[in-house]
């Protein structure tokens, strides 16, 4: 890894207090300050594993079905340019013994001209659709869509031309901090329209799924594992639950939409 520039030094001695930040943003009058900032018109969505999901079908549909991987293929495609950060800010700062810590965001869009080159490499679609792939391969769980803080740091704009493909870890991401934000900026990342996520009788009660949810969603309550409203559906628990336990439930036309959604949201073409 190349030397890391000094404004992201900084950035890195501040992630410990991402929780205390979070925190502020339920003051009144600050937290709409910072959501004007720093997450104005976001849209994010959590794509769980592709191994770990069920399609919803019907006997009028054909077998031509998304999967979630494919949401991520679909924007690299349509993208006339692409850009690998040679690191993952949130790992550094954690110093991540889990994942690599060289597994960086992936950028689309006319903004990433004007990503500092020192921060990572423009890259070719096929590159791209590899560097995903590598990334599910290391258990890294994709975030996607419209983030205004990406552009802020990176001086990446206008942020309507700057989509962010985040490769997440349960141990270091960024968005812990999300029950700790105010109702307005917290809705701003979610699950994907429509996703159920079930806890079946298979359930023994272990809690191995609480070690590996990153917003705290589950409890083990009178032995069985319960999911509260704060999944995002990031599908972790489901992909570590060795009872195979915990069902993910995907109607075929959730992952349309919420193409449809974020490309209301930010422009890669």
Same mark, same amino acid.
């Given at each position: 890894?190349?030397?890391i520039?000094?404004?992201?030094?900084?950035?890195?001695?501040?992630?410990?207090? @991402?929780f205390?930040?979070?925190?502020?943003? @339920?003051?009144?009058?600050?937290g709409s300050?910072?959501?004007?900032?720093?997450?104005d018109?976001d849209?994010i969505y959590?794509?769980?594993?592709?191994?770990?999901?069920q399609?919803?079908?019907?006997?009028?549909?054909?077998d031509?079905?998304?999967?979630?991987?494919?949401?991520?293929?679909?924007f690299?495609?349509?993208?006339?340019?692409?850009?690998i950060?040679n690191?993952c800010?949130?790992?550094?700062s954690?110093?991540c013994?889990?994942?690599?810590?060289?597994?960086?965001?992936?950028?689309?869009?006319?903004?990433?001209?004007n990503?500092?080159?020192k921060?990572?490499?423009n890259v070719?679609?096929?590159?791209?659709?590899?560097?995903i792939?590598?990334?599910?391969?290391?258990?890294?769980?994709?975030?996607?869509g419209r983030?205004?803080?990406?552009?802020s740091?990176l001086?990446?704009?206008p942020?309507?031309?700057l989509?962010?493909?985040c490769n +997440?870890?349960?141990c270091?991401?960024l968005w812990?901090?999300?029950p700790?934000?105010?109702?307005a900026?917290?809705?701003?990342?979610?699950?994907?329209?429509?996703?159920?996520?079930?806890v079946?009788? @298979? +359930?023994?009660?272990?809690?191995?799924?609480v070690?590996f +949810?990153?917003?705290?969603?589950?409890s083990?309550?009178?032995?069985?594992a319960?999911i /509260?409203?704060?999944c995002?559906?990031?599908? @972790?628990?489901a992909?570590?639950?060795?009872?195979?336990?915990?069902?993910?439930i995907?109607p075929?036309?959730?992952?349309?939409?919420?193409?449809? /959604?974020?490309s209301?949201?930010?422009?890669?073409s």
């Amino acid at each position: 890894m190349e030397k890391i520039p000094l404004f992201v030094n900084i950035l890195t001695k501040l992630f410990p207090y @991402r929780f205390t930040f979070a925190k502020l943003t @339920r003051i009144p009058g600050i937290g709409s300050i910072v959501d004007k900032m720093f997450f104005d018109k976001d849209r994010i969505y959590y794509l769980p594993l592709d191994k770990v999901v069920q399609i919803e079908k019907n006997i009028y549909q054909d077998d031509s079905i998304i999967l979630p991987s494919k949401v991520v293929e679909h924007f690299i495609e349509k993208s006339n340019h692409q850009f690998i950060m040679n690191f993952c800010i949130c790992r550094i700062s954690k110093d991540c013994n889990n994942y690599p810590k060289d597994y960086g965001c992936l950028f689309l869009g006319e903004a990433t001209l004007n990503i500092d080159p020192k921060l990572g490499k423009n890259v070719t679609k096929e590159e791209a659709k590899q560097y995903i792939k590598k990334c599910n391969e290391a258990g890294l769980v994709h975030l996607i869509g419209r983030n205004k803080l990406d552009s802020s740091w990176l001086k990446a704009k206008p942020a309507d031309k700057l989509m962010t493909i985040c490769n +997440c870890c349960e141990c270091c991401c960024l968005w812990m901090m999300l029950p700790n934000l105010s109702k307005a900026i917290n809705s701003k990342v979610t699950k994907l329209p429509g996703l159920e996520i079930n806890v079946t009788n @298979r +359930c023994v009660g272990c809690g191995e799924c609480v070690r590996f +949810c990153f917003v705290n969603a589950i409890s083990v309550i009178n032995g069985k594992a319960v999911i /509260n409203g704060e999944c995002r559906g990031c599908g @972790r628990c489901a992909n570590n639950c060795k009872s195979k336990a915990i069902e993910i439930i995907i109607p075929s036309y959730s992952l349309e939409e919420s193409i449809k /959604n974020i490309s209301s949201s930010v422009d890669v073409s």
